[in-house]
């Protein structure tokens, strides 16, 4: 273990609630999930229906669902660990040196959807994962807490250099929440950034898939609103993986240690969250007119438009602010070395990707019609994530860029939503 002389400098500054909420979240987050998709399942649908639609103990498991998550997980490490693809560097560490990734999450991506078609066409009963939902969900559950115990014990025999600096606070509960291990490997298998864009975010396009053969089992045929929602949210994991690169420099590969809140995150909060819609529309089908269905498709596209451009733009910016489409950007420039785009799509507000990811959850969820509340759930969620960590990164870019970063939000006043917020 580390001895004392070695500790980093633990940083003071609590998030999510500090201790009390490292200590609720992994109880209630949990039991959010189970609930909701409870719900969706329902006759009525309702959240403030008494007493809450709670499945029995009974339901909560079947032996399929462990097979299956298991079985998922093997095979997207097996397919991360497939020689395809370039390797990229990520940004440099503590220590000064660099991690290498290998940006293959499209490969697996494509080889998962081969797989899957194949089992469709040999008569592979994908409907029934709305049977298994649930239990399904348990597992994932289930094994986000195993992997963040052994995540949280592996850490204290990780150098001082590899810790987090915002989950070595000394207290057990919020450590473990917060994850004290920035990027733990095992062989060079790199577990935070695999569980980000595979095993998940890959489940919740087939789990959406398997809901609309459940619509199709039901009703011979798949509805405009399911096929909207599938493909929305294909569109979104497929923009994700083909610009996997980008999520070296995000806050939660760069900052975050891994622990229970990116575990569960990825593991299980993603795949059966951020798909209830489709769940939704299994038990409460929906008709779209055309110029309805014509008008989600159009604030869609002008979601992922602006969310696409703005990231782009960013990491073009990043990786070589020279590159004839950022040049003649106008910048400001920091004490750190570094420059701040004060014009293009970071001169309009703050974060424009977080605006166009509002949009797009909002074009998610207006197929499921306007009588429920709970297919509203990603877009409310999302929305009061993306603001709490707006607000983180304004924090953190202020302590960093100091009278550069004032000198920006002089420029740019608003933070995601242009003369709202």
């Excluded at 395809?84 to 991690?99: I, T, Y």
């Excluded at 989600?296 to 969310?307: A, E, K, M, P, V």
Aim: proline share 7%; glycine share 8%.
């Amino acid at each position: 273990m580390n001895s004392g002389k070695h500790k980093p400098h633990r940083t003071t500054e609590r998030e999510f609630g500090g201790v009390l909420g490292a200590t609720c979240i992994p109880v209630f987050l949990p039991l959010t999930v189970l609930y909701l998709l409870s719900v969706c399942r329902s006759p009525t649908a309702s959240v403030l229906q008494w007493p809450p639609p709670l499945p029995h103990a009974t339901f909560l498991w079947d032996p399929v669902a462990p097979a299956i998550v298991l079985g998922w997980v093997a095979l997207q490490s097996f397919l991360y660990l497939l020689p395809a693809g370039k390797v990229s560097e990520g940004l440099v560490l503590r220590d000064g040196s660099r991690l290498k990734y290998p940006i293959n999450g499209f490969c697996a991506f494509c080889c998962s959807a081969g797989l899957i078609g194949l089992g469709l066409w040999l008569g592979l009963p994908l409907a029934y994962l709305f049977e298994l939902i649930i239990p399904l969900a348990v597992t994932a559950i289930a094994l986000s807490y195993l992997l963040s115990l052994y995540l949280y014990v592996r850490s204290f025999w990780a150098p001082a250099h590899a810790l987090a600096l915002g989950g070595n606070t000394g207290n057990p509960l919020y450590d473990f929440f917060m994850g004290r291990e920035l990027n733990p490997r095992i062989a060079g298998f790199d577990l935070k950034y695999f569980c980000e864009l595979r095993p998940g975010l890959i489940g919740w396009v087939v789990l959406n898939l398997g809901m609309l053969m459940k619509e199709v089992e039901l009703r011979e045929s798949p509805s405009v609103a399911m096929l909207l929602v599938n493909c929305f949210q294909l569109l979104y994991v497929t923009d994700a993986l083909w610009n996997e690169e980008a999520v070296l420099t995000t806050m939660d590969i760069v900052h975050d240690g891994f622990g229970f809140m990116l575990a569960f995150g990825d593991l299980a909060w993603v795949p059966f969250t951020y798909g209830l819609q489709a769940i939704f529309l299994v038990a409460h089908p929906q008709s779209l007119s055309p110029m309805g269905a014509a008008g989600i498709i159009l604030l869609n596209g002008l979601g992922y438009y602006i969310f696409r451009k703005s990231n782009s733009q960013k990491n073009q910016f990043r990786r070589d602010p020279t590159h004839p489409s950022v040049a003649n950007l106008e910048t400001i420039a920091t004490a750190t070395g570094k420059r701040l785009l004060v014009s293009g799509w970071w001169g309009f507000v703050r974060h424009p990707n977080y605006l166009g990811d509002i949009l797009m959850a909002l074009a998610w969820s207006l197929p499921c019609g306007l009588s429920h509340i709970v297919p509203y759930f990603y877009v409310i969620y999302f929305t009061i994530l993306l603001i709490h960590r707006e607000d983180r990164d304004e924090r953190q870019c202020r302590a960093k860029y100091g009278l550069a970063w004032d000198t920006y939000c002089k420029r740019v006043p608003y933070r995601i939503i242009p003369y709202v917020y």
